[in-house]
């Protein structure tokens, strides 16, 4: 995913790898903020 100035939700299944976080279903990206999730293969 990539940085975002508006907020956005995405669909994902992982880790979420900045913070740790389990992520199941949808991840809610903050306006300025970026997330970075590991999917399984």
């Known amino acids: 995913m ?6 956005d939700s995405r669909s994902a299944e992982g ?4 913070t ?3 992520i199941t279903g949808t991840v809610t990206i903050p ?3 970026v997330a970075v999730v590991r999917e399984p293969r």
């Open 2 to 7: 990539k940085p975002t100035t508006e907020g």
């Open 15 to 18: 880790v979420e790898l900045l």
């Open 20 to 22: 740790g976080t389990p």
């Open 31 to 33: 306006p300025g903020g």
